[in-house]
């Protein structure tokens, strides 16, 4: 097996692109088949463990833990795995999009995270220009950034919510609510440390989905926090699903006039 996996590593991908793209798709498949075998033998995944490779084997050990996360292996053990492999060398882009995602799920069933795993999170965020496409998001009129307007209403479209930082800020935003009670203290002062930070749409628009919990804690601060992350990136306003969390949660803003316009 590890054979193969010398042969289809994630340095085939870079390499690939200009002289055999046929490869490329052998590495995504065999990584993803890899991912399935470890969900159903974690034990032999454990044994192999110590062989695999930073930027050689990414795809693979990514695969293997968001599969992982989907079984009832012990949650404080995946995150001890996860650990281990960042100290060992583990920190491509790669890596770190599987591993946020398997830890979003991790923290779907195990009540949250811990905040040594956010602080982990935090440290994967890099707001890129080159992580996501900037021209998927220009094609609605300016118009529709007034904020004179209320805020549910004018043009508005779906988009696609591209992974990276987007599948680290969902992890965090589920390692907070997720716990019990849900920490929106925590939630809301990783907002406010963004405001100065991210600028993106995608990144708001994911960040904005997740914020209807606060208002389950103060309202008014709550509301206070929606105003200041929608005027910092009003062209969240023109797609349809922010729009629609927002108005799911319009009856508890306080004061009501600040949804109203």
Not at 174 to 190: E, T
Request: aromatic share 12%.
């Amino acid at each position: 097996l590890f054979n193969l996996f010398e042969h289809l590593n994630s340095n085939t991908l870079e390499n690939s692109w200009s002289k055999d793209i046929s490869r490329a798709g052998g590495t995504f498949e065999q990584a993803r088949e890899f991912g399935k075998l470890v969900k159903e033998h974690p034990d032999s995944f454990l044994q192999m463990l110590p062989n695999f490779e930073p930027q050689k084997h990414d795809l693979y050990i990514g695969n293997a833990l968001e599969e992982l996360a989907d079984t009832d292996f012990p949650a404080n053990d995946l995150l001890q795995i996860i650990d281990n492999l960042v100290l060992k060398g583990f920190v491509s882009d790669s890596f770190h999009n599987y591993a946020a995602r398997a830890l979003e799920k991790v923290a779907e069933r195990n009540q949250g995270l811990p905040d040594q795993t956010i602080s982990l999170l935090k440290e994967w965020l890099t707001y890129d220009a080159e992580e996501v496409e900037l021209e998927n998001f220009k094609s609605i009129d300016d118009s529709s950034h007034d904020l004179k307007n209320p805020i549910l209403f004018g043009a508005g479209f779906s988009f696609f919510i591209p992974g990276g930082s987007c599948n680290v800020i969902r992890a965090i935003a589920k390692g907070y609510l997720n716990r019990r009670p849900s920490c929106l203290d925590g939630w809301s002062a990783f907002i406010k440390e963004q405001l100065s930070v991210a600028s993106h749409p995608a990144i708001w628009a994911e960040i904005l989905v997740m914020m209807p919990y606060l208002l389950n804690g103060d309202k008014a601060e709550a509301t206070q926090l929606f105003d200041q992350v929608i005027r910092n990136c009003p062209e969240t306003l023109k797609h349809f699903f922010v729009l629609h969390s927002i108005s799911r949660a319009i009856g508890w803003f306080e004061p009501k006039e600040t949804a109203q316009g």
